[in-house]
């Protein structure tokens, strides 16, 4: 049956046990719980890093079985935040806060934009601890690139953080990222109201960047198994149809093309957003007027 993880394949147990034999490396914070599976770390793996240990190995497996697209996903959504990203800082924006920034990886945003305005300053916040350490190393000299951590969930905290508050300047336009980030953030937790309040803190002209898993036009067996694979970490899935993602722009003008599969948003070459809904993950980009 399509999904199923195929018998001896690495499970959670046999991986937890290989990483006890393991030294733990220098970019793994004391704090960690390395046989806890990291939706950060799983991240990193899909798209061929290496800080990542045998739990998150498994896992990120097991989602293979479920959803053999996930690295596509992985790099298709990576994708879509380097053309987002390209895209504002053409449109003059010089200022990003990357909410659920992850483990630093190939083509970061402070990379991307930097490269095109240099003066660009951006601010990262994750709660993954690993995702913090790495950022602080490969951020140190920079400065005009830091990390906080911080939750998406408390956006008062991120907007009064004083190395928020030493960067960025909220007068002026400000691109927000929350780049698969949502599916992490249940309806519980409010995700609506937590954009509401980042908005409230935005000059006019100022970005929000979206993007999310979906379910639209999915396999049920296919979700709940993904849905699954995730409840072993500290981020169950939170999937939503692209009507839920498009009402999370709320006060937001979207730019075209909207809410789309994101291999679909301004892609660089037509063939490029072919097949577009195999990417699961739907993103979008909306302008703040006034
Ligand atoms: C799938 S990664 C996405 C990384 C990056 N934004 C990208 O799109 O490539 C999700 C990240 O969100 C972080 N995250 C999950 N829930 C969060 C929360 N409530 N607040 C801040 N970060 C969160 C995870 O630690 C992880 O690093």
Do not use: K
């Not at 704090?31 to 990193?44: L, N, Q």
């Not at 709660?127 to 951590?149: C, F, K, N, W, Y």
């Amino acid at each position: 049956m399509r999904g199923r993880i195929p018998a001896g394949a690495v499970t959670p147990r046999t991986a937890c046990e290989g990483v006890r034999a393991l030294q733990r490396p220098d970019w793994a914070p004391e704090t960690i719980d390395v046989e806890r599976p990291s939706v950060a770390r799983m991240y990193d793996y899909y798209l061929g890093g290496s800080h990542n240990f045998a739990a998150d190995r498994a896992a990120a497996r097991a989602m293979v079985a479920a959803v053999p697209e996930a690295p596509l996903m992985a790099q298709a959504n990576r994708a879509f935040l380097r053309r987002a990203v390209q895209f504002l800082t053409t449109a003059g924006v010089r200022q990003f806060l990357d909410i659920g920034s992850g483990i630093p990886t190939v083509g970061n945003v402070h990379e991307i934009a930097q490269r095109h305005a240099p003066d660009s300053r951006v601010v990262y916040v994750d709660v993954d601890p690993v995702a913090v350490a790495h950022s602080r190393e490969i951020l140190a000299g920079d400065e005009r690139a830091t990390i906080v951590q911080e939750d998406f969930r408390h956006p008062e905290r991120i907007l009064a953080h004083p190395d928020v508050r030493a960067l960025l300047d909220f007068s002026q336009p400000v691109a927000v990222l929350v780049v698969a980030v949502l599916h992490f953030v249940a309806d519980d937790d409010r995700p609506a109201e937590v954009l509401r309040t980042l908005r409230a803190a935005l000059a006019p002209g100022s970005y929000l960047i979206l993007s999310q898993a979906s379910d639209d036009g999915r396999d049920e067996t296919q979700r709940a198994e993904a849905e699954e694979v995730y409840r072993r970490t500290d981020n169950p899935l939170w999937v939503r149809s692209r009507a839920e993602l498009t009402a999370f722009f709320d006060g937001f003008e979207l730019v075209e093309p909207g809410v789309v599969w994101v291999p679909q948003w301004r892609p660089e070459t037509p063939e490029s957003a072919e097949d577009a809904e195999r990417a699961v993950f739907l993103g979008g980009v909306g302008r703040l007027g006034g």
